[in-house]
């Protein structure tokens, strides 16, 4: 194996020991380390691209799903992964006049969530179905308190 003085590759340091006195970031750390902290910081902005995927298939199914009942006159706004193996469904009125119990409405999809996910597991491939957390946005144009 060449030595430092044989390979013209190396880079000799004239004083190494000016080097040992000085303290800078990153001394004493792990290198492999810090560059895992680095990636995983670069990771947290970027988007599950398979659970927006999944989410979108979760929001077809469940605007096809809604059916008869309290449901029939919302649809779905939109569907967020939240943490976990958990997708926030949000329901908005299809018209802005229709006078509605918000608690009533979540009680209804809470009640039609199993067969929700039945729908759900249908039309995707995993092992285990997302649970649905329901979310119904107020109608901004009338309140029960106005009807």
């Known amino acids: 194996m060449p030595k430092g003085s044989e390979n013209p590759t190396f880079r000799r340091i004239k004083n190494p020991e000016s080097l040992?006195?000085?303290l800078r970031e990153g001394d004493g750390i792990d290198p492999r380390?810090?560059?895992?902290?680095?990636s995983s910081s670069r990771h947290k902005d970027k988007p599950n691209h398979a659970a927006v995927r999944l989410a979108g298939q979760i929001a077809r199914t469940i605007r096809g799903s809604l059916g008869v009942g309290p449901l029939a006159d919302f649809d779905v706004l939109s569907v967020?992964?939240?943490?976990?193996n958990v997708f926030l469904v949000t329901l908005v009125?299809?018209?802005?006049?229709?006078?509605?119990?918000?608690?009533q409405i979540l009680d209804a999809a809470n009640n039609r969530s199993g067969h929700l996910r039945s729908?759900?597991?249908?039309?995707?491939t995993r092992k285990k179905?997302?649970?649905?957390?329901?979310?119904?946005?107020?109608c901004?144009?009338?309140?029960?308190?106005?009807?």
Do not use: W
């Open 20 to 22: 040992a006195a000085q």
């Open 33 to 38: 380390l810090e560059h895992r902290k680095n």
């Open 80 to 84: 967020q992964p939240a943490k976990g």
């Open 93 to 103: 009125p299809m018209t802005p006049e229709l006078v509605y119990d918000e608690s």
């Open 119 to 124: 729908e759900i597991a249908c039309s995707i």
């Open 129 to 138: 179905v997302p649970s649905l957390l329901f979310h119904v946005l107020p």
């Open 140 to 147: 901004p144009a009338r309140s029960l308190d106005q009807a």
